[in-house]
């Protein structure tokens, strides 16, 4: 295996090698899927810090969380030191950077809920809806429904999006006014009112052993050390799998999350009349003076 290509001004050893083996999916063919979503996806993902999952040799080999900067790591992702943290944390800002982490084997991406310029002021909330194994989809659709809902009530827009798994993340952009800690207390208050009204669909422990016939609605999501996957971000997962943003009229029933992949994102894309996440970045709300959980 050998050669080399240069993909977004960046160069690309190996590109022939397989990075997904179930469906052939070369490095190659990675980095060109990123330049063809790029356009939608680095809103979502520049200049924020980013936990990544590298996979050097591919999905299924030995994969490794990286969140600080080390030895080799390519000129396209910068630094910032956030307060707190001993260590820097990388950042991109344009599709060479999307580029340089296919490089670096990296098939999971992960931005934090802040902007490098206000680190430890969120700007988005996460709800993170997880079934337990024995749940249909049609049943996370319903949770995310309710979800919107709730904060529909509370005078607050959201969006939703696959999450490359069995999932779905209920997401809402806030003004960056307020910390973390005023943010996780939030999204753990209205979780623990869904699972409070109906106790037997939701729970908001984490426990697996205790999950059965329920959804796992996961506010952990919103700390600085446990992020969610970037919309159009790839997963480590067979099948190729994709977070893809949705409107909430496609969140209905038939909605198959499996239909979102690498092969077939970007032709989606294009036959798209509009983003479905175009005014997430418009949207001007802030955190609901709210008792907090």
């Known amino acids: 295996m050998s050669g080399e290509r240069i993909v977004a001004g960046v160069r ?25 979503v790029a356009e939608r996806m680095l809103p979502h993902v520049a200049f924020r810090p980013v936990t990544m999952v590298r996979c050097p040799t591919g999905r299924g080999s030995k994969c490794f969380y ?33 580029v340089a982490m296919v490089q670096m084997g990296v098939l999971e991406i992960h931005p934090w809920g802040v902007k490098v310029e206000h680190p430890e002021k969120a700007d988005r909330i996460v709800f993170d809806l997880d079934p337990d194994e024995g749940l249909g989809f049609d049943t996370v659709i319903r949770a995310a429904k309710e979800v919107r809902d709730r904060l529909a009530a509370l005078g607050l ?28 207390s939030f999204a753990k208050g209205v979780s623990a009112e869904m699972a409070a009204d109906a106790p037997d669909k939701y729970l908001t422990k984490i426990s697996k052993a205790e999950r059965a ?28 799998p994709v977070a893809m943003p949705l409107a909430w009229g496609q969140v209905k029933a038939g909605l198959d999350p499996c239909d979102y992949t690498v092969a077939t994102v970007p032709a989606l894309i294009a036959r798209q009349k509009a983003d479905p996440w175009a005014e997430i970045g418009a949207v001007r709300q802030c955190l609901p003076d709210l008792p907090r959980a």
């Open 66 to 98: 990286q969140r600080h900067a080390g030895s080799g790591v390519p000129e396209q992702l910068a630094q910032v030191t956030i307060p707190g943290f001993d260590d820097p944390y990388l950042y991109i800002s344009d599709v060479a950077g999307l």
């Open 12 to 36: 690309l050893s190996n590109p022939d090698k397989i990075l997904y083996p179930e469906q052939g999916i070369t490095k190659g063919q990675f980095a060109d899927y990123y330049v063809a």
């Open 157 to 184: 827009t959201s969006f939703v999006k696959t999450t490359g798994g069995k999932g779905l993340h209920v997401v809402v952009p806030i003004e960056a006014t307020a910390g973390w800690r005023d943010v996780k």
């Open 213 to 240: 016939g329920r959804i796992f609605i996961d506010y952990l999501r919103n700390d600085p050390t446990s992020t969610a996957v970037a919309p159009y971000s790839t997963r480590s997962r067979p099948g190729a």
